[in-house]
């Protein structure tokens, strides 16, 4: 017995393959829905945790220029110290210094010569007198530039034979008569200048 399909057998197969193209639509629409969502998660823990990241670098940035103030502040305040600390010394010095004017004029005055005046004039030391010989002019000239702690750029303003007085013999020897300028200086301090001696001797203890 033959059987015939008298049915619309075309439009049921392109009914079928309509519904499985829209199938495969759908199901595509959803994995593509589902990859954009673990996306869209992934993207927003990935800022999440950049944002944190940032938060707690401008914490620290804060926290560190708290500390920058501070220690500026420090600073101005070690400056300022130093600086009264520097005055202070100063003014002792300065209060002492006319003592240690005459005493180094005392010590660096060679023989043959002897002082008329000396007036001071905040750092700067007029001083007159009278000598026996050019040579020692030079000679207490040399002794202030390099011997003297106290006392820098000796200065020759003048030097002139003395007059005789009218009653001095004519073979007298004659003096010479001169005046000179000089600078006052401070010495460096006993600390500050032992201070590297110091650490040369600690360093050299700790390399043996």
Not at 85 to 114: C, F, I, S, W
Request: hydrophobic fraction near 45%.
């Amino acid at each position: 017995m033959i059987l015939i399909n008298l049915l619309p057998h075309r439009e049921a197969r392109r009914r079928a393959r309509r519904r499985a193209f829209f199938a495969g639509l759908a199901a595509s629409a959803v994995v593509g829905a589902a990859i954009a969502a673990v996306w869209y998660g992934m993207l927003s823990q990935l800022t999440a945790a950049q944002q944190a990241r940032n938060g707690f670098l401008q914490a620290e940035i804060g926290r560190l220029d708290a500390q920058i103030k501070d220690i500026a502040q420090l600073r101005s305040e070690i400056e300022a110290l130093k600086a009264r600390q520097k005055a202070v010394e100063d003014l002792q010095t300065d209060r002492n210094m006319p003592v240690h004017l005459l005493d180094e004029l005392v010590k660096q005055t060679p023989e043959g010569v002897y002082l008329t005046s000396v007036k001071q004039t905040g750092q700067v030391v007029q001083v007159t007198g009278m000598a026996q010989t050019n040579e020692r002019v030079s000679e207490f000239l040399r002794n202030t530039l390099y011997n003297s702690p106290w006392l820098e750029k000796p200065e020759l303003v003048e030097i002139k034979t003395a007059a005789q007085g009218p009653g001095a013999p004519r073979d007298a020897r004659r003096l010479n008569e001169f005046s000179l300028r000089l600078s006052l200086k401070r010495p460096q301090a006993p600390a500050a200048a032992s201070a590297p001696a110091g650490a040369a001797s600690a360093a050299a203890s700790k390399a043996t």
